[in-house]
T-cell receptor, first 115, second 115 residues
Framework: EAGVAQSPRYKIIEKRQSVAFWCNPI?????LYWYQQILGQGPKLLIQ????????DSQLPKDRFSAERLKGVDSTLKIQPAKLEDSAVYLC?????????????FGPGTRLTVL | AQKVTQAQTEISVVEKEDVTLDCVYE???????LFWYKQPPSGELVFLIR??????QNEISGRYSWNFQKSTSSFNFTITASQVVDSAVYFC????????????FGAGTILRVKS
């Protein structure tokens, strides 16, 4: 079974530029998550989708971050405009169900550097 | 509120030594789930174990073992006869029924195994 796919793996941009990340979850997984992991910290949830609907985006900086999952499968996360403090690894995860019993499986992440 | 504390920032051991990674959690819920993930240098978070709050039995999987003690709110992870390939960052995480399937991570423990 294929795991969670993410691209690109690395991205370097100047501040105030825009960037987009792509995620393809494990086949059949209805729930998709985007996390931000700043160096030296644990991942922090940005947004959670159930199929193509947003369940929780309370931690998403909506003035610059946006995310969508139009067909309930792939998802994109966008930052516009980027700030220096957005430098981090962006991890995508998926799970079959949306409850505390289910295990989230993570992709390899996208390492973003904002100069 | 949920909280996970991994007090050990970094541990260095010599190959074949045993090592224990500590995890202390806080939750108001009586039903919750604890997880351990491994993050090797490649960046992907690899799922290791999930344990629910009603199952306090210790678990062993090869060289890995986990000790869950509700009385001290701890879920510690031991690697027996460590190997260089065990070098990674290890994260403990918590999800509970009150907050759905939202994972709260500790800050992680860097494990360095030297040959």
């Amino acid at each position: 079974e294929a795991g969670v796919a993410q691209s690109p793996r690395y991205k370097i941009i100047e501040k105030r530029q825009s960037v987009a990340f792509w995620c393809n979850p494990i086949s059949g997984h209805a729930t998709l998550y985007w996390y931000q992991q700043i160096l030296g910290q644990g991942p922090k949830l940005l947004i959670q989708f159930q199929n193509n609907g947003v369940v929780d985006d309370s931690q998403l900086p909506k003035d610059r971050f946006s995310a969508e999952r139009l067909k309930g499968v792939d998802s994109t996360l966008k930052i516009q405009p980027a700030k220096l403090e957005d430098s981090a690894v962006y991890l995508c995860a998926s799970s079959y169900y949306m409850d505390a019993t289910d295990t989230q499986y993570f992709g390899p992440g996208t390492r973003l550097t904002v100069l | 509120a949920q909280k996970v504390t991994q007090a050990q920032t970094e541990i260095s051991v010599v190959e074949k030594e045993d090592v224990t990674l500590d995890c202390v959690y806080e939750t108001r819920d009586t039903t919750y789930y604890l997880f351990w993930y491994k993050q090797p240098p490649s960046g992907e978070l690899v799922f290791l174990i999930r344990r629910n709050s009603f199952d306090e039995q210790n678990e062993i999987s090869g060289r890995y073992s986990w000790n869950f003690q509700k009385s001290t709110s701890s879920f510690n992870f031991t690697i027996t006869a460590s190997q260089v390939v065990d070098s990674a960052v290890y994260f403990c995480a918590l999800s509970d029924m009150e907050y759905g399937n939202k994972l709260v991570f500790g800050a992680g423990t860097i494990l360095r195994v030297k040959s």
